[in-house]
């Protein structure tokens, strides 16, 4: 793989998993979405990669490790943002963002062999990994977002553009709190299990 993306927003209270309020006040919110996003870049880190790029709405912290370049995300819909984010990669990328906290460095490490494009469905209709081995922008933009019909129709844009498309498995993103405890259950030893137990249980934050 040459470069492995992670699209995010920086971990600030109100500005990140405003579905998880209520029941979690906005600060409790933004620690969830801070300990999903540090196991997520921990999962990039240890995946085989040329480069790893965050695109970052916001200002890095103490959850970035080390080995990550980091780029400001553009102004636009999420749609724009994607396209341009695959704009900065010259050769394969694969682009996940900071919703999935169950991600392994197995499931990242793909291999574009025999395929063009590869792509992860997310349980809500969306999707939470998309693959290029040509990064091309215009693949994404114009892509309805957040949307039921947002993983068909991305999906159906790089079928109708030739390429021959492999999925990986569906997975579930964390945006209610019933998101949170089922995600959480299958990696109980990760920072995003244990900032939910926290929380849940009256924890600082």
């Not at 693959?131 to 109708?160: H, K, N, Y």
């Not at 390429?163 to 109980?188: C, E, G, I």
Request: glycine share 8%; aromatic share 4%.
């Amino acid at each position: 793989m040459t470069t492995l993306l992670v699209i995010a927003k920086e971990p600030r209270p109100g500005r990140v998993k405003t579905r998880l309020t209520p029941p979690f006040p906005p600060t409790q919110a933004a620690a969830l979405a801070e300990a999903a996003l540090a196991d997520t870049l921990r999962a990039v880190a240890a995946t085989p990669a040329e480069r790893r790029l965050l695109v970052l709405d916001g200002s890095p912290g103490p959850w970035l490790p080390d080995g990550f370049e980091v780029v400001p995300q553009c102004a636009g819909g999420l749609d724009e943002r994607l396209a341009d984010a695959f704009a900065r990669c010259a050769g394969p990328a694969l682009l996940i963002g900071m919703d999935t906290p169950q991600v392994t460095p197995e499931l990242l490490t793909v291999d574009f062999a025999d395929c063009d494009a590869w792509f992860g469905p997310a349980e809500d209709g969306g999707f939470w990994a998309l693959g290029l081995a040509r990064p091309e922008p215009a693949l994404l933009r114009g892509v309805p977002m957040s949307v039921p019909e947002t993983g068909a129709v991305q999906r159906e844009r790089l079928t109708a553009a030739g390429l021959r498309v492999r999925d990986l498995p569906l997975l579930r993103d964390v945006d209610t709190a019933a998101d949170a405890r089922t995600v959480a259950a299958l990696v109980p030893d990760g920072a995003f299990a244990a900032r939910l137990a926290a929380c849940t249980n009256g924890g600082a934050s």
